[in-house]
């Protein structure tokens, strides 16, 4: 079972009327378009997560990292179309996090912990790029069915969180 993100950064969905496809083909398809791009510091991975409680139903999702950053992919069937959404989010805190709450290692360890610009900026493009990579495969599907492409507003993610403080 997959471990959720500790914070979503960005969130995205779209819903395609009249699109029926195999979600292990869209994943497949994802995954070339993203290695086509030459990101570095990747691991893609196939994770499950409970539609439910812990006896439901799983989903698969194409889970797409980069350091301290998780994108989780999907893509499945919903009545007469197909859905597609992708979450990005920071990794689980691990030790460091633990560490973190302890006030003398605090002092010690924030400063090595730190969220600089660099940091932000490639989580942008990092989000940006896979997700590009996602809304590629979409338009050549569409397009090859001769269905109704994405409009502008729904090709954008909603973005969260991205700068707390």
């Not at 500790?6 to 699109?19: D, I, M, N, P």
């Not at 069937?77 to 920071?90: I, M, R």
């Not at 660099?118 to 090859?144: G, P, R």
Request: glycine content about 8%; hydrophobic content about 40%; some cysteine.
């Amino acid at each position: 079972m997959a471990v959720t993100p500790k914070t979503v950064l960005a969130q995205w969905s779209a819903l395609v009327e009249g699109l029926q496809w195999s979600p292990k083909e869209f994943y497949g398809s994802v995954e070339q378009a993203i290695q086509r791009r030459q990101l570095p510091d990747l691991f893609v991975s196939r994770v499950n997560y409970a539609e439910g409680g812990p006896f439901s139903a799983k989903r698969e999702y194409l889970r797409v990292t980069r350091k301290d950053h998780i994108f989780d992919i999907c893509g499945a069937p919903f009545g007469t179309g197909f859905f597609f959404s992708s979450w990005l989010g920071g990794r689980p805190g691990g030790c460091l996090g633990l560490l973190l709450v302890i006030p003398a290692i605090n002092i010690l360890v924030a400063p090595f912990a730190r969220e600089t610009y660099y940091k932000y900026d490639t989580a942008m493009m990092f989000q940006e790029s896979v997700h590009n990579a996602v809304l590629e495969v979409i338009d050549s599907l569409t397009s090859a069915k001769g269905i109704r492409a994405l409009s502008e507003l729904e090709r954008k993610p909603v973005m969260r969180n991205f700068l707390r403080g």
